[in-house]
């Protein structure tokens, strides 16, 4: 699935087509297994070699030859990336085209309302998203490379527009994935034909929303190429943190562009570069009517005083990456090696006066990351039954944090005791380097049952910690009947924290003041290990019917967490010694011809025990009460649901689609819930084929929130929550497409 385009040409028959014509156990057995085209979910591998349908069987009339044959070595060569690491009984999910379209705001859709289109996925606050209960812990691929992993602020730097098609895989993760095991999310951009034309969209609505963008792509000889800009401003950036229909003070304006380069050297190798810049400027939005709580030098207290509703503070987001990848693809063996850089920086700006009247503190703080590293995966057909992978990745992030802080002195019950505020500069910073190396052995036992057994050496080194694990994995599948696969698999996991670790001579330094710590506790956050098993089947019940039923547990050592320590949204981590997860998710996917439906569910269980890092942030109380307590995670969403309709035809498209969220935890100690909400969607989109001047013109509306639902994501209560949000109200918003 996570390489199919789009199709009318269903699974089953490309299963059948490679049963007649390719004798190899597993391709026969995996290729009957992939998911129909559509927001669907697999717990059977990817095959090793998916049928391309960029690739045609026979050669149109109207295709020159030269076409034609470029097309096929594309083809071929995204073909043998897939095989460098499939998914081999991990749970996929998968969305293609035809899907994204239909979701509401089609391309321009955040990538993380994308995401909620799939099971276990639940909705936070800054656009965040938790997959299975875990907080972050997501990979990013593009085109089978590495992402390397960015800042924890709330800008999402990945455009819709690039996706071709994109899959999220999770569950009992084969070898090859490290580190961030929560999920992977592989994206795969535009290439080949789909290149073929340029597009210019002019998107806008409520909120003062306008979003123009431009792609730009094609061939020229043996070269691929694809560029996407845009721009979006709007005056809902970040969530609200009050009921209100608009916020205060939340206007943002961001700047996105992507870069792909793909030179074919000749039929068995290519290289290509993505290059990825982003830009998010944000006002924090206010609440009003907010108390005065502390007392400012020449700052009068009458009538004239400071109002919470006209605080100014701002944030700015950039992010830029470069991935370099060679790609070699012979008979038996193929190679991809991958240099990779990334630079993020999160630049936070206070209203000096305001800040101290209503926090006590105006700090500004620029938080920087630059990493580099180095991917490469090898496989090797070693017989009819084996397929060995091996590899390694391994980079190294610089990360600095420096502040510029404005505080008041207090006493030790924290009694402000003078009204001159104190300024204290404090910078510092971190290093780790995290490597790992994997083998792997895909061996197919039967024609219908395939184990997937592999170990994996992880290594995180940091300026606070060292620590090393040897990791085994094991997926067995079976295919029980043409119908129905069955997988079972163990996974040992090592997750390192981001090297965000505040240091001891920083919380002395605010001693005595407004910013001072809740305790001086300051254990650095260690590595996640846990072990992880996982479970489902896939039945296709119909030619164009298929369900995935799913279950899994895991259980961890330090289990990592973020938490946000005031009104700049920066993420860091701290960890709890014991932890557990577990859930089930259940999926089901039709389509036939123009209908699409798809409906998901899912149930996630959290506990964890005695915060053992970063302690400083938490009140003794809370530490006191978590160390002889099981609790549940603040971002549990116990139960979601996501399900939607759509009819595509040539000039119509129709959708309606809906998403349920059960209400994440808040209170001390996370032991309130916030309420359940359910959201309602409409959009309709009509394509002009031949408009007077020459180019399809696609008009579109979409309404988000259908029903004006009220619903609270955070009531800034709960373990490491510090601000109030309130889900998007109703909005209508238009875009016109052209391609050229």
């Known amino acids: 699935m996570s390489r199919t385009q789009h199709s009318n040409c269903y699974i089953v028959e490309w299963s059948a087509f490679w049963r007649r014509h390719l004798h190899w156990p597993l391709l026969s057995l995996l290729a009957s297994t992939v998911l129909v085209p559509g927001n669907a979910a697999a717990t059977s591998p ?94 990013y691929r593009v085109n089978g490379v590495l992402l390397p992993e960015g800042l924890n602020g709330f800008g999402q730097e990945l455009d819709t527009r690039i996706i071709q098609t994109v899959s999220l895989l999770t569950g009992t993760l084969p070898a090859q994935f490290g580190f961030r095991t929560a999920g992977v999310v592989d994206v795969a951009t535009k290439s080949g034909a789909s290149l073929k034309h340029s597009q210019l969209s002019l998107y806008g609505g409520s909120y003062n929303t306008v979003t123009p963008s431009l792609q730009l792509g094609g061939q020229t000889g043996h070269l691929d190429y ?173 990360e600095r944090l ?24 404090d910078n510092t910073g971190n290093w780790s380097v995290e490597a790992g190396a994997y083998l792997q052995d895909e061996y197919r036992i039967t024609r219908t049952l395939t184990l997937n057994v592999g170990l994996r050496y992880d290594r995180f080194a940091s300026s606070f910690g060292q620590q090393g694990q040897l990791s085994p994995r094991a997926n067995l599948v079976w295919k029980a009947t043409p119908a129905t696969t069955l997988h079972l698999g163990y996974a040992r996991f090592f997750a390192p924290p981001s090297p965000q670790y505040i240091h001891p001579s920083t919380l002395a330094a605010f001693g005595g003041t407004t910013n001072a710590a809740a305790n001086l506790t300051d254990t650095p956050t260690r590595v996640e290990t846990s072990h992880y098993i996982d479970a489902g089947l896939l039945q296709h019940v119909t030619r164009d019917d298929q369900i995935t039923i799913d279950a899994f547990s895991k259980w ?94 040539r000039h119509h498209l129709v959708s309606l689609d809906m ?41 579109r509306i979409d309404v988000l929130n259908l029903f004006d639902h009220h619903y609270q994501l955070r009531d800034g209560s709960g373990v490491g929550v510090y601000q109030a949000q309130y889900g998007q109200r109703r909005g209508v918003f238009y875009a016109a497409v052209t391609e050229f």
Do not use: C
Request: net charge negative; glycine share 8%; proline share 6%.
């Open 226 to 398: 694809f560029a996407t800009v845009s721009y979006n401003r709007n005056t809902i950036g970040i969530e609200n943190p009050t009921d209100t229909f608009r916020p205060i003070h939340d206007l943002t304006q961001q700047i996105k562009a992507f870069g792909y380069l793909s030179e074919r050297l000749d039929n068995q190798s290519r290289l290509s570069l993505l290059t990825s810049f982003s830009q998010a400027d944000f006002e924090l939005p206010n609440t009003p009517n907010l108390p005065a709580l502390f007392r400012i030098d020449g700052v009068s207290t009458d009538t004239a005083a400071p109002r919470s509703r006209d605080l100014d503070d701002r944030q700015t987001e950039q992010n830029a990456y470069a991935v370099l990848s060679y790609q070699r693809t012979g008979e038996r063996v193929n190679l991809q090696v991958s240099p990779y850089f990334r630079y993020g920086r999160i630049d936070y700006t206070p209203d000096p006066v305001r800040d101290l009247v209503f926090q006590g503190v105006a700090e500004h703080e620029i938080n920087d990351f630059t990493t580099g590293g180095l991917q490469l995966d090898l496989s090797w057909d070693s017989g009819t039954r084996h397929t060995i992978r091996a590899g390694l990745l391994g980079h190294y992030t610089a």
């Open 46 to 139: 990817a095959p090793a070699t998916v049928p391309n349908p960029r690739t045609p069987k026979t050669r149109p009339a109207s295709t020159p030859p030269h076409a034609t044959e470029a097309i096929s070595v594309v083809g071929h060569l995204d073909q043998a990336r897939g095989r460098l690491s499939p998914a081999l009984g991990a749970v996929s999910y998968g969305i293609d085209q035809r899907q994204i379209t239909a979701t509401p705001q089609g391309q321009n859709a955040p990538f993380s309302q994308i995401m909620l289109r799939m099971p276990g996925v639940v909705l936070d606050s800054y656009g965040e998203v938790h997959v299975r209960g875990e907080h972050g812990g997501l990979t």
């Open 556 to 649: 961890a050592h330090n289990l990592t967490d973020l938490g946000q320590v005031g009104r700049a949204v920066i993420l860091a981590p701290f960890s709890y010694r014991r932890g557990q997860v577990y859930g089930a998710e259940i999926g089901n996917s039709w389509r036939h011809g123009p209908w699409s439906v798809f409906t998901n569910f899912s149930y996630v269980k959290t506990s964890a025990r005695e915060i053992n890092s970063a302690e400083y942030q938490f009140e003794a109380i809370e530490l006191t009460y978590i160390a002889s307590h099981v609790i549940q995670l603040d971002h549990q969403g116990l139960y979601t649901a996501s399900a939607g309709a759509s009819y595509s035809g």
């Open 659 to 699: 998403f349920y969220g059960n209400g994440l935890r808040s209170g001390f100690a996370n032991l309130d819930k916030e309420p359940a909400y359910a959201i309602f969607n409409a959009g309709y989109q009509y394509t002009w084929t031949r408009p007077p001047f020459g180019h399809d013109i696609k008009l």
């Open 402 to 425: 420096d502040t510029n802080s404005l505080v008041l002195p207090v006493d030790d019950v924290g009694v402000q005791t003078s009204a001159t505020p104190r300024r204290i500069i």
